[in-house]
């Protein structure tokens, strides 16, 4: 306390500056922490099980259980394969693409190009998804 009066505490993401010693920063983190803990308490607590849960978790269960309801549930086992196939090719030629120097020349270019490829990598998330859930 008597060396340093400002303090530059690291708290990821960010960086705290604290112009005061290090025991007023101990007496503002425990009085922060007893603020947090009184809040949670004094929070209404919904119970487990509630109606407000029920509708959500059934529904969840329903869209997982039911093919049809998932994106890519109508497609049978070779052609969720195919899919899988051909979207990797056009996330691979798009990434080719982005060699290519039309795309620096055409800013709008490289940003539809952008675009696409994000597009494309979702789908094949969704459609691995899919696919290891057929498999469990």
């Given at each position: 306390d008597k060396v340093a009066h400002r303090l530059f505490i690291?708290?990821?993401?960010?960086?705290?500056?604290f112009a005061d010693t290090y025991?007023?920063?101990v007496r503002k983190l425990r009085a922060d922490?007893?603020?947090?803990?009184?809040?949670a308490r004094n929070k209404p607590r919904q119970k487990p099980g509630s109606p407000k849960d029920v509708p959500a978790k059934d529904s969840a269960r329903k869209k997982k259980d039911n093919p049809f309801m998932r994106?890519?549930?109508r497609l049978t086992l070779p052609e969720l394969e195919q899919q899988i196939t051909d979207t990797e090719i056009a996330i691979a030629e798009c990434q080719e693409s982005f060699?290519?120097?039309?795309?620096f020349k055409d800013p709008s270019r490289g940003q539809k190009l952008q675009t696409e490829y994000k597009s494309?990598?979702?789908?094949?998330?969704?459609?691995?998804a899919e696919y290891f859930a057929r498999e469990e």
């Open positions: 690291l708290d990821p993401p960010a960086l705290v500056d025991s007023a920063w922490t007893e603020q947090a803990m009184e809040d994106p890519f549930g060699g290519d120097s039309e795309s494309l990598s979702e789908k094949l998330e969704a459609l691995e």
